[in-house]
């Protein structure tokens, strides 16, 4: 089983504002689609909330520490391993872990491979951010840029890169 992150970081690592994305981008949410789709998705229980509904066409597993939470369409998990454990059973071939801040942190050394989208933007008043980590453990493969239009307002490269080690 592959363990994937997709994440969207600004040029300062800022991913969230206020429990949101701090930027509308429909290029990279159509890029967002295009990889998860028919794929389990993993997030924290803010990201659900941010979110607001299950997404379609995908297994929606969302963390939380409380038992009470429940939601038609989700498969709910108490931890990082619970969560974990139910892919591995499912035999997934890939899943994506889509966020936020607290999930990254506690996945990034289980991660095989990293989607990241680069947001050619500095935002100020970030309250969620991308954990720091050792770019040296991790091999670029791809990288497509792709320049702001009309309905997205700034530049963005799609990158993606694989464990260093398993080459
Ligand atoms: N730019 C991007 O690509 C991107 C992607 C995703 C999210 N985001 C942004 O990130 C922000 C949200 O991130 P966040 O870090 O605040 O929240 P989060 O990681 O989405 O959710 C945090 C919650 O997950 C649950 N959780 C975390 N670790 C757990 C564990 N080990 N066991 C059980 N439950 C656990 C807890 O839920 P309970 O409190 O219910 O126990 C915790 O409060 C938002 O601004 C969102 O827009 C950005």
């Not at 389990?40 to 597993?61: A, F, Q």
């Not at 591995?88 to 801040?101: C, L, M, R, S, W």
Request: aromatic fraction near 10%; include cysteine; charge should be negative.
């Amino acid at each position: 089983m592959t363990l994937s992150i997709i994440v969207a970081i600004s040029a300062n690592n800022v991913i969230g504002t206020y429990n949101q994305l701090p930027w509308h981008l429909p290029a990279d949410l159509q890029y967002f689609k295009s990889l998860t789709v028919d794929h389990p998705i993993l997030m924290g229980r803010k990201t659900y909330e941010s979110i607001g509904r299950p997404l379609p066409k995908r297994t929606n597993i969302v963390i939380t520490k409380d038992q009470s939470f429940h939601h038609d369409g989700l498969e709910i998990k108490h931890s990082i391993n619970e969560a974990i454990d139910f892919c591995k059973a499912k035999k997934y071939d890939e899943v994506f872990i889509i966020g936020g801040d607290t999930i990254y942190s506690q996945t990034i050394h289980l991660t095989d491979k990293l989607y990241i989208t680069r947001v050619d933007i500095h935002i100020e008043n970030g309250t969620a951010f991308f954990p720091v980590i050792d770019m040296n453990q991790w091999k670029l493969i791809s990288s497509e840029e792709r320049k702001s239009d009309e309905k997205n307002h700034v530049d963005m490269t799609f990158e993606v890169y694989e464990k260093a080690s398993i080459h």
